[in-house]
């Protein structure tokens, strides 16, 4: 086990926190707030920022869009240089803060920017300081340093990621959940069980710390959200999932474990290509994945069937099963589909996906980098 | 739910890490190095962070003490000093970090350097960089901004902390715990394994990852120690107990969560008194904790028996004290006396740690701030 872990990045985390802008965010600074739709301005989470704030916020930039688009954070680029902005505020979800990282390195870059997504944030030398006001538990950007972004005219969606990219601060409000459609719920809690399913399900390790930790996130995915659909106001569940979906994505529970992503890399694409939600493209994956690399996950996915979902009984062979079937009846009931035909797709989607990853380099996915376009396709091909 | 978390110490986990001393420390500081007993000079660790600083190098000091003591830490502070020392660098474990934290902290403020103990390091506005290079996993000081300072001629010992004292990394090469005589080892996993318990084990509060992941190490240290003693050249056991101990007191399973501390309020007058092990005084005083206190604890102590030793038959009262009983046999089991008799003493113990807890202010500890001196008296009748 060899590693380094690294996360300076400080989460306020509670009701009411975003008053704790003013003694957070320096006096002086210039700050740009950054945001998504109207959400954020109708909830009253934008008001609340700007009392906070006062004269700090020099210009506002809305419009990042789900999958942020290269376009639209380089129109904020030029904005951040035309007021002198030293500051980023992001307020939102994964896409607002990915976003918000770009921005902040793209504004300090002397190269083209689409450099950044070329060498995947290697080329970063100096960044802006961010730091996010979270209101969608999902994707963990509020105490990482990477991000996703999509730029359509190339079919591209790449990520990026530096250490000097890594938020100053978070503040993690489970309040503001509260108004986000119950979709954006459930996405959230999908995308963060995937993040733990990446850094976990391959195979064994010896990293007991880490796989512990995954094992608990994942218990505690699968036990609150069936509950918080029943009961939307229930804000302890609010809290502990908005917790679990930070905490699978911050270097933690990765830092040592061996790591796949495949699942990701080929969602990337079914996104790019179709528009269908990044989390559910993870949901639609996964399952066959696991299906065409049950041989090579066979010992993690026995762990999995015996320390997540309590399979003790039956074969080996019949507990991966149930442990598999478990899953995707998890997504499902969260009204998540994991077939092509949820999202009016059909098997030629197999072949079209094969060659935007060949198109795009990613050739050798997975932990053994032997999910090649071919083993992708054939992923698909089981969900038809 | 309410909490900051913020932590930005940097660690450098695995074998020949060390070596990675000349990347990590500034190529212009003048670093002072910093040592317990012989051993590190010994066992060729000294020789290894010689090596890998070069002339950085300006000054050692060895000879800090298990219980690092008030008065030794002056001696450095003066040393510190005289050479302009920039960077510290602590090579060992608890105690050295714990008083490096101190000469930080000393060699910077402008009051009497006992202000910082009697003011917990609330006064601390300055501090030199600190990092360190662990050999014994107990007492997660690498990763924390703590420390506890004796100092004998008061029969104090009193702890401080700022966040100005995280270290600014730490390199943990487990390889560095082998040639660790077994009692020190031991000594690690009962320390880290009730800082755990101190941070769980009081009432729900339904902090969900908390509590999972304090349940995860709590497990993890229960399965692996034992092993270890059987198989005491087994890296991945030594490895994992050394990642948990970190993970123990870093802050995390502790955010948002409701606290004890009584146990080690207690244990640290048994060492001031009488130079017990910390980690000892530790095992002695938890049980007896738990069967004065069970009623306030019961529902956490029935999903400690749950989750972290698996029991799910007889009654709740049958599952409390078999959890009691086991984790009293954990620690014997590892050679750790949870008697009075077991060191030597008696029940006028009880009497003498009264009263140090009133001298020293302790009269309200615990959760509920209801552990006074007369309920500590009571603890410590229990181990007779």
């Known amino acids: 086990m060899n590693f380094e872990y690294y996360n300076p990045t400080r989460i306020v985390f509670g009701e009411g926190k975003i008053a704790e802008l003013n003694r957070l965010v320096p006096a002086d600074a210039k700050v740009m707030v950054l945001y998504g739709g109207g959400s954020a301005e109708r909830n009253g989470t934008l008001a609340?920022?700007?009392?906070?704030?006062?004269?700090?916020?020099?210009?506002?930039?809305?419009?990042?869009?789900?999958?942020?688009?290269?376009?639209?954070?380089?129109?904020?680029?030029?904005?951040?240089?035309?007021?002198?902005?030293?500051?980023?505020?992001?307020?939102?979800g994964g896409s607002v803060i990915d976003g918000t990282k770009f921005i902040a390195a793209a504004a300090e870059i002397e190269e083209d920017p689409w450099q950044i997504l070329l060498k995947r944030g290697a080329n970063i030398q100096r960044a802006l300081p961010l730091a996010t006001v979270l209101t969608i538990p999902a994707t963990?950007?509020?105490?990482?340093?990477?991000?996703?972004?999509?730029?359509?005219?190339k079919k591209a969606k790449l990520s990026f990621g530096n250490p000097l990219l890594y938020p100053k601060f978070s503040i993690l409000d489970p309040q503001k959940t509260l108004t986000l459609p119950e979709r954006q719920m459930v996405n959230g809690v999908v995308d963060a069980f995937v993040h733990v399913i990446e850094q976990y399900?391959?195979?064994?390790?010896?990293?007991?710390?880490?796989?512990?930790?995954?094992?608990?996130?994942?218990?505690?995915?699968?036990?609150?959200?069936?509950?918080?659909?029943?009961?939307?106001k229930n804000m302890m569940l609010r809290e502990n999932i908005m917790w679990a979906a930070t905490?699978?994505?911050?270097?933690?529970?990765?830092?040592?474990?061996?790591?796949?992503?495949?699942?990701?890399?080929?969602?990337h694409e079914l996104t790019a290509l179709y528009g269908i939600d990044h989390a559910r493209t993870l949901a639609l994956v996964l399952p066959g994945l696991w299906k065409v690399r049950r041989e090579a996950?066979?010992?993690?996915?026995?762990?999995?069937?015996?320390?997540?979902?309590?399979?003790?009984?039956g074969s080996e062979d019949e507990r991966i099963d149930q442990a598999i079937a478990?899953?995707?009846?998890?997504?499902?009931?969260?009204?998540?589909?994991?077939?092509?035909?949820?999202?009016?797709?059909?098997?030629?989607v197999a072949d079209t996906v094969a060659m935007q990853?060949?198109?795009?380099?990613?050739?050798?996915?997975?932990e053994h980098g032997d999910i090649t376009p071919d083993v992708a396709r054939e992923i698909l091909l089981t969900r038809v």
């Open 48 to 92: 609340e920022v700007r009392e906070a704030l006062g004269n700090r916020v020099v210009v506002e930039f809305g419009g990042i869009e789900p999958n942020p688009e290269y376009e639209t954070l380089l129109r904020a680029v030029a904005e951040v240089q035309a007021h002198k902005v030293d500051f980023l505020l992001a307020v939102g």
């Open 140 to 153: 963990g950007s509020e105490m990482n340093s990477g991000g996703v972004i999509t730029r359509w005219e």
């Open 201 to 232: 399900l391959t195979y064994p390790s010896g990293a007991q710390v880490q796989d512990a930790y995954a094992e608990a996130l994942l218990r505690i995915l699968i036990e609150d959200a069936p509950k918080l659909l029943a009961e939307p």
């Open 247 to 267: 905490m699978a994505l911050n270097g933690l529970i990765g830092a040592g474990a061996v790591q796949d992503w495949s699942v990701h890399a080929i969602g």
């Open 297 to 313: 996950k066979a010992e993690k996915l026995l762990q999995y069937a015996t320390n997540v979902w309590q399979l003790r009984d």
């Open 326 to 348: 478990n899953t995707e009846d998890f997504f499902n009931a969260l009204g998540v589909g994991t077939r092509l035909s949820d999202y009016q797709l059909d098997a030629q």
């Open 357 to 366: 990853l060949t198109e795009h380099g990613l050739t050798k996915l997975g």
